[in-house]
């Protein structure tokens, strides 16, 4: 989730705002918070839906896992073109420290160092650089390694 602190489910599910919400669960899917505030806006949010809509998705929700599998599923509705750009923008694996620091998110940055791709060797950065680069050029995505 985002570097705020962790928060009881019960509690995010009551937020009152989407931005607070998005503080929490926004970069779940990389630089692209739009699924999660959709989520929010279609099932949480006091100003869109009634008190026995928001009701209903907090007692269908149980736990962080059922969360981001309904959330998952607005990624699943969406035009192929949208899955592709949130594909596109995954960051590239193995970037220099420097670059790392200035492009990509804390998730991403803590799901690369639990892969271990922040101890390479120069040689194997560069090595790994160019299979990400062939790999980019083959399928127009990044090579994409998710780490839980």
Same mark, same amino acid.
């Given at each position: 989730?985002s570097?705020?602190?962790?928060? &009881?489910l019960d509690?995010l599910?009551?937020?009152?705002?989407?931005?607070?919400?998005?503080d929490?669960?926004?970069?779940i899917?990389?630089?692209? &918070?739009?699924?999660?505030?959709?989520f929010y806006?279609e099932?949480?949010?006091s100003?869109?839906n009634?008190k026995?809509t928001?009701?209903?998705t907090k007692?269908r929700?149980?736990?962080?896992k059922?969360l981001?599998?309904?959330?998952?599923q607005?990624?699943?509705?969406? &035009?192929t073109?949208v899955?592709?750009?949130?594909?596109?923008?995954h &960051?590239?694996l193995?970037l220099k420290l420097?670059?790392?620091e200035a492009s990509?998110t804390e998730?991403?940055?803590h799901?690369q160092?639990?892969?271990g791709?922040?101890?390479?060797?120069?040689?194997?950065?560069?090595n790994?650089?160019s299979?990400n680069?062939?790999?980019?050029?083959?399928?127009?995505i990044p090579?994409?390694?998710?780490v839980?």
């Amino acid at each position: 989730m985002s570097t705020s602190s962790k928060i &009881p489910l019960d509690v995010l599910l009551s937020l009152p705002t989407a931005t607070e919400f998005l503080d929490h669960l926004g970069g779940i899917y990389e630089k692209t &918070p739009t699924f999660v505030e959709q989520f929010y806006l279609e099932n949480l949010c006091s100003t869109t839906n009634d008190k026995s809509t928001i009701a209903a998705t907090k007692s269908r929700i149980t736990n962080i896992k059922i969360l981001f599998d309904e959330i998952k599923q607005y990624v699943k509705r969406s &035009p192929t073109e949208v899955q592709l750009k949130l594909l596109r923008s995954h &960051p590239d694996l193995c970037l220099k420290l420097e670059q790392i620091e200035a492009s990509i998110t804390e998730e991403s940055k803590h799901e690369q160092g639990r892969a271990g791709l922040s101890t390479l060797t120069p040689d194997e950065r560069q090595n790994f650089t160019s299979w990400n680069d062939a790999y980019k050029s083959k399928f127009n995505i990044p090579f994409i390694l998710a780490v839980r």
